[in-house]
């Protein structure tokens, strides 16, 4: 425990957070996708749904490695 490198260990927790965002985004385009298939909602209402997503989810990444940027120039 002495060798470990808080800055390596902080870099392996936050690209285990944008891959588990990668795999929500995907799994919540499939969803909507199968929503608009079984007509319960409208094309354009996924649309607009995948859009609010996707960029929900690039400013969560964006103030992710805002925070991990600012955690290693704290070092």
Same mark, same amino acid.
């Given at each position: ?10 870099? /392996? ?8 965002? *990668?795999?929500?985004?995907? !799994?919540?385009? @499939?969803?909507?996708? &199968? ?11 996924? /649309? ?8 929900? *989810?690039?400013?969560?990444? !964006?103030?992710? @490695?805002?925070?991990? &940027? ?6």
């Amino acid at each position: 425990m002495a060798n470990f490198d808080f800055g390596d260990g902080l870099r /392996k927790v936050f690209l285990a957070g944008v891959g588990a965002l *990668a795999t929500t985004v995907e !799994k919540s385009q @499939e969803i909507i996708d &199968d929503l608009v298939k079984k007509g319960e909602i409208t094309v354009e209402q996924g /649309k607009a749904l995948n859009t609010e997503l996707k960029h929900k *989810a690039s400013e969560a990444k !964006k103030e992710a @490695e805002a925070k991990a &940027d600012a955690e290693e120039s704290d070092k």
